[in-house]
């Protein structure tokens, strides 16, 4: 844990912050701190800060706050990505937040299995402790917003409002012709909105809806990798261009 993540609420109206649950166990059992110890800390959605250790006992731990003038800024990528396997969007939660994301927009395609969206792995309950590990581990505080949709279609012609502050809007595809890195020349208040299809891939018709909203189809390599490793090889390349 590089930081602590709290939700707003949890702070006192003079910024202290008194843990009970795994947190405070992290701190004095993991990072052994002491009374004075300080600590990184952030609330979610918020600036981070600093907290320094001001009381201790076998169950809990109270920090005194301060925090920097602003929070860190938003993840400039969205993901639009056809649901996974239960087990492999399990793994995702927090390497896409660690990563760097604003919005998942979670959808259907024609080769996602339809039993995939009765998973508890699409629970709010489940997946922001999974989303709040990952900003821990990269120091974030933006929590992803979380969108699921059991169809494509009307998600890219109805919705348009959801995606109005997109600039950039690409289709990770192995064989386009055009390389990720060659095509993109972002400017500093643009957008991205990645689009990653499932294992066997978006068809035809998918495709051609998505070219018809302005999507443009650019590959991140010749090598054809699984959802899991495409998310975070496009991530990172796309992270890396910005």
């Not at 602003?70 to 399990?90: F, G, H, N, S």
Request: glycine fraction near 6%.
């Amino acid at each position: 844990m590089n930081l602590l993540l709290a939700d707003a609420a949890e702070f006192s109206p003079n910024r202290t912050l008194t843990l009970t649950n795994s947190r405070a166990t992290h701190l004095t059992r993991v990072l052994r701190v002491a009374i004075g110890d300080t600590v990184r800390i952030g609330a979610i959605n918020g600036p981070r800060g600093t907290g320094t250790v001001i009381a201790l006992t076998d169950h809990s731990a109270t920090l005194s706050c301060t925090f920097e003038d602003r929070p860190p800024p938003r993840p400039r990528i969205d993901l639009l990505l056809a649901l996974p396997r239960p087990k492999v969007m399990k793994r995702l939660w927090a390497q896409l937040a660690a990563l760097g994301v604003g919005r998942i927009f979670l959808t259907n395609a024609a080769r996602v299995e339809r039993n995939y969206f009765d998973t508890h792995v699409l629970d709010p309950a489940f997946f922001t402790p999974l989303l709040i590990e990952g900003l821990q581990q990269a120091q974030d505080t933006h929590l992803p917003e979380v969108s699921i949709h059991r169809r494509l279609k009307p998600l890219i012609e109805v919705e348009q409002a959801a995606l109005s502050d997109i600039s950039i809007r690409l289709i990770a595809h192995p064989y386009a012709h055009e390389q990720a890195r060659e095509a993109i020349h972002p400017r500093a208040e643009d957008r991205i909105l990645l689009a990653i299809g499932p294992e066997g891939g978006w068809v035809s018709f998918e495709l051609d809806l998505l070219a018809a909203h302005g999507f443009r189809a650019v590959n991140f390599g010749s090598r054809i990798l699984r959802t899991d490793t495409a998310c975070i090889a496009a991530l990172a390349t796309l992270h890396h261009l910005l």
